[in-house]
């Protein structure tokens, strides 16, 4: 049949986004976490769900600027951080620009930039915060990047930037620093630039409710930055974007901040137990301070023993594989099945 309707020439090349959704009995793939937040369910009786959804979210910010001291016009919501990422390109970019992110990183700053027919360019990560900053300011003076990704913690790897760098950056150039902190509850809040990326027009930190809170669900998440680029922001969003049942849970959470933070120690706790454990057991992992840890490509074939055993991690084609903390009776799993793996 013949028809006129194709896709334009940035989405034919376009590698999409892979999920693996094959039901597991453990998955450990996505960084996901279950904190039970709302284990004895949510009552949505009076929910007025004829209205449009409140197109400031107003509440939720509201509570997002007393939790994190930041006044309400420096926050804007979106759906899941992955909304606001794309409304970075879509807003402050164009085709034929250049993006600069380091490697291995999120994969969705690459699958955007395709999309809105952007240069990406990636440098390796060094082994210091202070070594990779280095680098990527030698980068930015050779290349003059229009947006620089910096995702920390970083996701794969867990490394996370020291702020006295990033800051670094920041006053090393006036192109878009996108500061993309998704794990940082897990990590060392003191390197967060939550606060003090407000004072920089060029820059914004992104934050999410998928993982912390465990709240990957209901598509949350939120950006901190300076007026210049929230109103840009406000005026490229589409109206009522998110979604009010998930502005509501999300204000829910926030009251329950008490339970969160327990369950994030309990988190750290195990991560750093899985670690120890995958140091005895001989695997190349790397410290992290996200909420799941990266192992460097190695002879075993992580990904399909573990499959074998009802457990699904992340692998790359390099071998190299990300495993998410979860709860203690899983991650007990996880190791009984490495132990038979390797040993
Ligand atoms: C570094 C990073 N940023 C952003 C996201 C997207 O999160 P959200 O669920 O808020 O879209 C993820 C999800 O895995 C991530 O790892």
Redesign the pocket.
């Known amino acids: 049949m013949k028809t006129n309707v194709k896709p334009n020439e940035q989405v034919r090349n376009l590698k999409p986004y892979q999920v693996d959704q094959t039901e597991y009995p453990i998955r450990l793939d ?2 996901e976490t279950s904190n039970l937040l709302f284990e004895h369910g949510i009552n949505i009786e009076n929910f007025s769900f004829h209205r449009y959804p409140d197109h400031e979210a107003r509440v939720l910010r509201s509570k997002l600027s007393s939790w994190l001291h930041v006044e309400m016009k420096h926050i804007v919501v979106g759906n ?4 606001l ?1 794309e409304l970075i390109f879509k807003t402050f970019l164009s085709k034929g620009d250049r993006v600069i992110s380091f490697e291995p990183t ?1 994969s ?1 700053y690459e699958v955007y930039a395709q999309l809105y027919g952007i240069r990406y360019e990636k440098i390796p990560w060094e082994k210091t915060s202070e070594a990779s900053i280095d680098q990527m300011i030698e980068q930015i003076k050779r290349e003059k990047p229009k947006a620089i990704f910096l ?1 920390t913690p970083n ?1 794969p790897t867990g490394f996370q930037l020291k702020k006295q760098d990033v800051k670094r950056l920041l006053n090393a150039t006036d192109a878009f620093v996108i500061i ?1 902190e ?2 940082i509850e897990f990590a060392v809040q003191e390197e967060s630039l939550t606060q003090e990326v407000i004072a920089y027009p060029n820059a914004c930190v ?1 934050r ?4 912390a809170f465990g709240l ?1 669900s209901i ?3 939120y950006m901190i930055a300076h007026e210049n680029i929230t109103s840009w922001i406000n005026r490229v969003r589409s109206p009522y974007h998110v979604n009010q049942l998930s502005q509501w849970i999300g204000s829910v959470a926030l009251d329950q901040r008490e339970s969160v933070m327990n369950h994030i120690r309990l988190v750290i706790i195990e991560r750093e137990r899985l670690y120890r454990e995958f140091i005895k057991l001989g695997l190349p992992v790397e410290t992290s301070q996200g909420n799941f840890l990266y192992i460097q490509p190695s002879t075993y074939h992580l990904n399909d023993e573990l499959k074998r055993r009802g457990i699904i991690i992340r692998e790359w084609p390099n071998g190299s594989s990300r495993i998410t903390v979860g709860q203690p009776h899983e991650n007990d799993q996880l190791i009984n099945a490495l132990k038979e793996i390797i040993q």
Request: charged share 15%.
């Open positions: 996505a960084n899941g951080s992955s909304e990422i999120f969705m995702c996701n993309d998704a794990y992104l999410t409710f998928s993982k990957a598509r949350l998440g």
